[in-house]
């Protein structure tokens, strides 16, 4: 969706730290989003950066680099419930309108 | 607290006729948007609005109409369904995204255009 890229799957192990890329074009970019959905529901918010920098939010972390076009999530002390895809969503222009990247695939294994 | 609304949960369609996927949220947002879920294609955007009488074209808009007569509903309107609006659609609001505050997303409704 307009240039968000992220890696469509991702495999991790219980236990292990993961991170999620996110690259985008920087025209008009007012934020930055990360959302978790988990197969069969709608999805939910985990984070929001806006200034270059890491957000932590207990096991979840989102760093923001504003120049670069550049944000990853790191997810720490994997569950086996986090195997879920991570949408990247980025917020743009005057009205602030709200495009998604394709999400990545994350299964976390025994 | 209902939250977003979103009816019904499934539709199934014959190709030409219309339907409207309704969606109603509680919480006095101003944001809200209508998106489409497909594999492999993620989110994309159909349309959105930023307050009652305000709607403007996402990334995906033709063969969808949207309004916003008031600050609670925002219904989409497939005039004449085709087998490619076969999707997970989902309506999402906010108080703000300007100021970084969460979508708040509805069920989601299953469309099948046979």
């Known amino acids: 969706g307009q240039n968000i890229d992220q890696p469509t799957e991702m495999t991790a192990t219980e236990g292990a730290i993961v991170q999620i890329n996110c690259t985008y074009q920087?025209?008009?970019?007012?934020?930055l989003f990360w959302y978790q959905q988990h197969a069969g529901e709608a999805p939910t918010f985990l984070s929001y950066?806006?200034?270059?920098g890491l957000e932590e939010k207990g096991r979840f972390s989102s760093f923001l680099s504003r120049s670069k076009g550049y944000s990853y999530l790191l997810l720490k002390e994997l569950q086996m419930k986090d195997s879920a895809s991570y949408l990247c969503?980025?917020?743009?222009?005057?009205?602030?309108?709200?495009?998604f990247g394709t999400g990545t695939l994350l299964a976390v294994q025994p | 607290n209902a939250g977003v609304t979103q009816t019904p949960k499934f539709q199934v369609l014959k190709t030409g006729q219309s339907m409207t996927l309704q969606c109603a949220q509680d919480?006095?947002?101003?944001?809200m948007s209508w998106y489409r879920q497909d594999p492999g294609m993620g989110l994309r955007l159909i349309h959105y609005?930023?307050?009652?009488?305000?709607?403007d074209q996402g990334e995906v808009p033709n063969g969808y109409n949207v309004s916003r007569s008031t600050t609670e509903d925002f219904p989409l309107r497939l005039l004449s369904a085709a087998p490619s609006q076969t999707s997970v659609y989902f309506c999402?609001?906010?108080?703000?995204?300007?100021?970084?505050?969460?979508?708040?997303f509805g069920s989601g409704t299953q469309l099948s255009v046979l």
């Open positions: 999402a609001s906010s108080y703000s995204i300007g100021r970084g505050e969460k979508l708040f």
């Open positions: 920087t025209s008009g970019f007012n934020g």
């Open positions: 950066n806006v200034l270059d």
């Open positions: 969503a980025v917020s743009r222009g005057a009205t602030n309108k709200l495009i």
């Open positions: 919480m006095n947002h101003e944001y």
């Open positions: 609005s930023v307050g009652a009488g305000i709607t």
